[in-house]
């Protein structure tokens, strides 16, 4: 968490030093469980730094989390799996951020949210996720590609860090469209949960739907 929370100040500084917003916007594609008993939901040390950024007009999108999907053993030592609600962790509770769950990529109305997808309520009782996106067998760049092996420059991943950073697109095309929200990251959230495609499932799994950004820009 130290490691992060020193990236997140070192953007807040470039920003700074440069007088204007120059970062518009991170993505966080990573995530942990938190003490309840030592911080508030979304009130952690990491949760906290973000926040001073979202205000400084940074907007940042968040990873759900990746623990819908739990194993119950019994005394028989039987595993049984099922589908957890409550399970959204840090930094996917802090409220000014956009907390992002994961769907199918290609038939998301069919298959809905992904089994593996962390569930809300906050466990304060806020609405989370706020969006979903493809997270289901997303092909990207992969860190540890060989120059000379080009079946390594590419890899294959399930999870909400995949479905965080499509939502990061949207974000960033939308600012590129409409420059006067840089800097307002209540605004760009407000209009990314109210042009959402809804799924038709629970709001506490889907939050407000898929990311629609024609909407986006149609309503602006």
């Not at 979903?132 to 390594?152: C, Q």
């Not at 909400?160 to 697109?169: F, K, L, R």
């Not at 407000?190 to 990311?211: F, H, I, M, W």
Request: hydrophobic share 40%; aromatic share 8%; proline share 5%.
């Amino acid at each position: 968490d130290s490691w992060v929370i020193k990236a997140v100040q070192q953007v807040a500084e470039i920003n700074e030093k440069a007088g204007e917003l120059v970062i518009h916007g991170v993505n966080l594609s990573l995530g942990s469980n938190f003490d309840p008993e030592s911080y508030g939901c979304g009130f952690t040390p990491l949760c906290n730094e973000l926040r001073r950024l979202w205000r400084q007009g940074v907007v940042v999108v968040v990873a759900a989390g990746n623990e819908g999907l739990a194993y119950l053993v019994q005394g028989d030592g039987e595993a049984y799996p099922t589908n957890m609600d409550l399970s959204i962790g840090d930094p996917a509770n802090l409220e000014d951020a956009i907390a992002v769950g994961s769907v199918h990529k290609s038939s998301p109305h069919n298959y809905g949210v992904s089994y593996f997808s962390s569930r809300g309520p906050t466990a304060d009782g806020r609405q989370k996720p706020d969006v979903v996106a493809p997270g289901e067998k997303i092909v990207s760049a992969h860190h540890g590609f060989r120059l000379a092996k080009p079946g390594t420059w590419m890899v294959e991943m399930s999870g909400t860090s995949m479905a965080a950073p499509h939502v990061s697109g949207v974000v960033a095309s939308f600012l590129s469209a409409r420059r006067e929200f840089i800097g307002f990251p209540d605004r760009v959230k407000r209009s990314v949960l109210d042009n959402c495609t809804a799924l038709e499932r629970a709001g506490y799994v889907q939050g407000k739907g898929l990311p629609n950004l024609m909407r986006m820009l149609g309503s602006t």
